[in-house]
Nanobody, 117 residues
Framework: QVQLVESGGGLVQAGGSLTLSCAASGSIFTFNSMGWFRQAPGKQREWVASVTSAGLTNYPDSVKRRFTVSRDNAKNTVYLQMTSLKPEDTAVYYC???????????WGQGTQVTVSS
C-alpha cells in the first residue's frame, strides 16, 4: 500500500509564498490522479488542486492563478506551489491519491499552513 507524506507547511505572512511536497512511498502512477485538499477549523475539507497521471491540472476558482500543482514522476512526489497567500488560505493541507478502479482514496497525514495578516 502506498503511503503519502506531506511536508513544507509553516507560517507565512499574507502575500508570501510556500511550497508543499507530497512524497509517495511507491510509484505515483499507482494513482489516476493526485491532488491537494485543505481543511480549516470548523469547515469541511475542500479540494484545492489536482493533477492527472497525464499531467493535466485543475483548480477551483478560489486558488486559480495563485496555486500551481506539479509532479515529479522520477521522485514520486507531487508539489503545491502557493503564491499570494491570504489569511483565508490558513488550513491543514492534505495530499490525496485517487484510484478510479477500484474506487480508492489515499491520504497523507496533513501539514499545517498558517497565513498571518
Amino acid at each position: 500500500q502506498v503511503q503519502l507524506v506531506e511536508s513544507g507547511g509553516g507560517l507565512v505572512q499574507a502575500g508570501g509564498s510556500l511550497t508543499l511536497s507530497c512524497a509517495a512511498s511507491g510509484s505515483i502512477f499507482t494513482f489516476n490522479s493526485m491532488g491537494w485538499f485543505r481543511q480549516a477549523p470548523g469547515k469541511q475539507r475542500e479540494w484545492v488542486a489536482s493533477v492527472t497521471s497525464a499531467g493535466l491540472t485543475n483548480y477551483p476558482d478560489s486558488v486559480k492563478r495563485r496555486f500551481t500543482v506539479s509532479r515529479d514522476n522520477a521522485k514520486n512526489t507531487v508539489y503545491l506551489q502557493m503564491t499570494s497567500l491570504k489569511p483565508e488560505d490558513t488550513a491543514v493541507y492534505y495530499c490525496n491519491g485517487h484510484v478510479t478502479n477500484p474506487l480508492l482514496d489515499y491520504w497523507g497525514q496533513g501539514t499545517q499552513v498558517t497565513v498571518s495578516s
